[in-house]
C-alpha cells in the first residue's frame, strides 16, 4: 500500500533541501560540464568523427552520456542520502510511522527523480552551444527518457543504500559502483568498441540502455545505437520494477 | 452494585527474549504498565533498555516472547501499534538543515494528521515547549535542549497513546535536564498519555509512578520509588543529643528499634522516619541538639537488589555490551 500523504512529505523535504544548498546544485552541474568540455573538448581532438561516430564529433557524441552521468550521480547521491538518514537519526522517526517500506521507497526514489531530472535539464539545454539539432518532440521524448532513467538509478541507489548503514562505504560506493557504471555504459565510447567481457557487463548495467535511448532521442536516427528504443525502454522499466521491488523487501526486514 | 477500579494494562510485555547470536541482550522479561502513568526502565547502559524499546515500538524483531500496545502486537500488526505510540530516541532524529517547524510538519505528514487540524497543533506543540519564537529557525542552531523539547513536542503531534523516552535527558546540563523533567512529569494529564521511559540516573526515576529495574537483561524489580526504597528498610534518622546514652535507651523503648551510634551522633531505620521525629523531640525534650532524616534513593536499591553501584566500572562493562551488541547488528544485519 502507498500512502499519499508520505511519498508526498518525503519529496518535500528533499526538494526543500535541495534548493537550500546551493553547493550541492552547482557542484553537480558543474561536474558534467567539466567532462563536457574539459574531457570531450580535449578527446575530440584525438577522436576523428569517422571512427564510428556516424559523423557527429566527439563532443557531440558525448552529450548523450553526460546527460546519464549527471543522472546517475544525482540520483544514486540523493538516493544514497537514506545512509545519511540512518546514521544521523532521520530514518528512525520514518521508519516508527504508520507507513508502508513501500511508501518510504517510492518517496525516496521519486524524490531522486525530480532532483536529477532537474539538473538534466539544465544539462540539456546546452545542446545548441554544441552545434546539435533537436525537435521538440526531440526534447519531449529525452525529458521522459530521463525521467525514467532517473528514477530507475534512484531505485538502484536505494536498494544500494539499505546495504550500508555508516558514511564509510561512501568511496566504496563511488569508487566501486559508481564509476564502472558510468565508464561502462557507451557515456564516453560506444560500447560495440569495447572488448568482449567488458561488452557483456555494459549489457548488465541499467545506465547502458538509459544512455542509448538518450542518443536515440538527442541524435534522431544518426545510427550511432546498440539497442532499439524500444529495448532501451523496456529494459530500464523492468530494472525499476525489480530495483523498487527488492528495496521495499529489504527495507521490511526487521533486525 | 459495586464498581471496583481496574487499572488498564496498555503495555503488555510477556516472556521477552532478545538474542543477537550468543549475546541476550532481554532474558526473559514480563511487565505491564497502566494507562495514563509513567513507567521508569531503570538500570545501567546496556542492560536491555533500549532493546527493550526498539521492539515495542515495532523497529526489532523480538527472538520469542510477545509484547503488546493497547492489545495490538508489537511483531504483528505494527501498524496499528505504530499510530498509536510516540518515540523521543536516545540520538537525535530531526532534520538539521530543515527549521523547527518543517520538522513538525514533516512528522504531521508521514502520520497523516488533517490538513485542518494541521497548523493549529503544530503551533501548539511549538508554544508547549517554548520554541515559538525559534520555529523558524533552523534546527542545527539549537542546543541540545532545545533539540530534546522539540523531539518531545513532535512526538506528541499526533496525539499518541503511549510515548517512549529513550534517556531523554542523556547529555543534558543539569539545569536542562530539571527544566526537562518539569514538563515531562505534566506530559500524562496535559495530553492524555501514558509515558514509558528509560533512564539511567538514580534521581530521575524516582518522578515515575512505577519502576522496573533492569540489569544484564533482566527485570530484578518492579513496584513503586517507595515501594521499592521500602524493600531495603526505610529512612534512617540521625538524632544528636546533649546525652546520647539517656536518649538511646529512650528512643529504643519508644520505637522498639535498634539504635547505633556513630560519630557522635545516633541513627535507627524506620519506614515512617518523618512521623517519628515529632515522638523523638517529645521524649527527649531539650536534650536534643540536632535531627536529620535520611530518605534511602533508588541508588540503594539498585546496590542492594545487584550487589554492585550504578555507576563506576558497571557502566563501562554495559557500555563494553553495548558496543558488542552494535558490532553484531552491523555484521548481521545484511544476513
Known amino acids: 500500500m502507498i500512502e499519499v500523504n508520505a511519498v508526498y512529505v518525503l519529496v518535500a523535504r528533499e526538494f526543500k533541501k535541495f534548493i537550500r544548498e546551493r553547493s550541492r546544485l552547482i557542484s553537480t552541474i558543474a561536474r558534467p560540464l567539466i567532462w563536457l568540455f574539459l574531457v570531450g573538448g580535449g578527446m575530440s581532438k584525438l577522436v576523428s568523427p569517422g571512427m564510428g561516430l556516424m559523423g557527429v564529433s566527439y563532443i557531440q557524441f558525448i552529450f548523450p552520456g553526460i546527460l546519464g552521468m549527471t543522472i546517475l550521480f544525482s540520483a544514486i547521491f540523493s538516493s544514497i542520502s537514506i545512509i545519511w538518514d540512518k546514521e544521523f537519526g532521520l530514518m528512525k522517526e520514518i521508519l516508527v510511522a504508520p507507513v508502508s517500506r513501500f511508501s518510504i521507497v517510492a518517496g525516496k526514489a521519486l524524490s531522486g527523480t525530480i532532483v536529477s531530472v532537474i539538473q538534466a535539464v539544465i544539462i540539456l539545454a546546452l545542446f545548441p552551444f554544441l552545434g546539435i539539432r533537436i525537435g521538440a518532440t526531440g526534447i519531449i521524448e529525452t525529458i521522459l527518457v530521463c525521467t525514467l532513467l532517473s528514477f530507475c538509478i534512484a531505485s538502484l541507489g536505494i536498494v544500494i543504500a539499505t546495504f550500508y548503514d555508516n558514511f564509510e562505504s561512501f568511496s566504496v560506493i563511488m569508487n566501486f559502483i559508481v564509476m564502472p557504471m558510468f565508464f561502462l555504459s557507451g557515456a564516453m565510447y560506444p560500447v560495440k568498441m569495447l572488448p568482449q567481457i567488458l561488452k557483456l557487463v555494459a549489457r548488465l548495467n541499467p545506465l547502458t540502455y538509459g544512455i542509448d535511448a538518450l542518443k536515440h532521442t538527442v541524435f534522431e536516427g544518426a545510427g550511432i545505437f546498440d539497442f532499439s528504443l524500444v529495448t532501451d525502454v523496456c529494459v530500464l522499466l523492468a530494472t525499476s520494477v525489480v530495483f523498487v521491488g527488492v528495496a521495499g523487501t529489504l527495507f521490511e526486514r526487521k533486525k | ?335
Open chain 2, 1 to 335: 452494585m459495586v464498581h471496583f477500579y481496574m487499572p488498564v494494562p496498555i503495555i503488555k510485555v510477556q516472556n521477552l527474549i532478545k538474542k543477537y547470536g550468543n549475546l541476550t541482550a532481554v532474558s526473559d522479561i514480563s511487565f505491564e504498565v497502566e494507562q495514563g502513568t509513567i513507567f521508569g526502565f531503570l538500570g545501567p547502559n546496556g542492560a536491555g533498555k533500549t532493546t527493550t524499546i526498539g521492539i515495542l515500538c515495532t523497529l526489532l524483531a523480538p527472538t520469542s516472547g510477545s509484547a503488546s500496545i493497547f492489545g495490538h502486537d508489537c511483531a504483528r500488526e505494527s501498524s496499528e501499534v505504530r499510530k498509536s505510540i510516540g518515540i523521543v530516541f536516545q540520538d537525535t532524529t530531526l532534520d538539521k538543515d530543515l527549521t523547527a517547524r518543517e520538522n513538525l510538519v514533516f512528522h504531521a505528514y508521514l502520520y497523516d494528521v488533517k490538513k485542518s487540524e494541521r497548523d493549529r497543533r503544530i503551533n501548539e506543540a511549538l508554544t508547549f515547549v517554548g520554541l515559538y519564537d525559534r520555529g523558524d529557525d533552523l534546527v542545527k542552531k539549537f542546543s541540545g535542549g532545545m533539540k530534546r523539547r522539540l523531539e518531545v513536542a513532535r512526538g506528541l503531534i499526533h496525539r499518541p497513546k503511549v510515548l517512549f523516552l529513550d534517556e531523554p535527558t542523556l547529555g543534558l546540563d543539569p539545569q536542562t535536564r530539571a527544566n526537562l523533567w518539569d514538563f515531562i512529569v505534566e506530559l500524562p494529564r496535559r495530553h492524555n498519555v501514558t509515558i514509558f521511559m528509560t533512564t539511567h540516573y538514580m534521581d530521575e526515576a524516582e518522578v515515575c509512578d512505577r519502576i522496573a529495574i533492569i540489569d544484564r537483561g533482566k527485570i530484578i524489580t518492579i513496584g513503586t520509588p517507595e515501594e521499592l526504597k521500602k524493600t531495603i528498610g526505610g529512612d534512617v534518622i540521625y538524632v544528636k543529643t546533649s546525652d546520647n546514652r539517656r536518649a538511646k535507651s529512650e528512643i529504643e523503648k519508644l520505637f522498639r528499634v535498634e539504635v547505633s551510634e556513630q560519630d557522635g551522633e545516633l541513627f535507627l531505620t524506620s519506614l515512617k522516619g518523618d512521623a517519628c521525629i515529632p515522638e523523638i523531640i517529645r521524649a527527649l525534650g531539650d536534650s536534643v541538639l540536632s535531627v536529620r532524616l535520611q530518605r534511602p534513593t533508588l541508588n540503594d536499591v539498585f546496590l542492594k537488589m545487584t550487589g554492585r553501584e550504578m555507576r563506576s566500572e558497571d557502566v563501562s562493562s554495559g557500555d563494553t555490551l553495548k558496543a558488542e551488541v552494535r558490532t553484531y547488528r552491523r555484521h548481521h544485519d545484511r544476513s
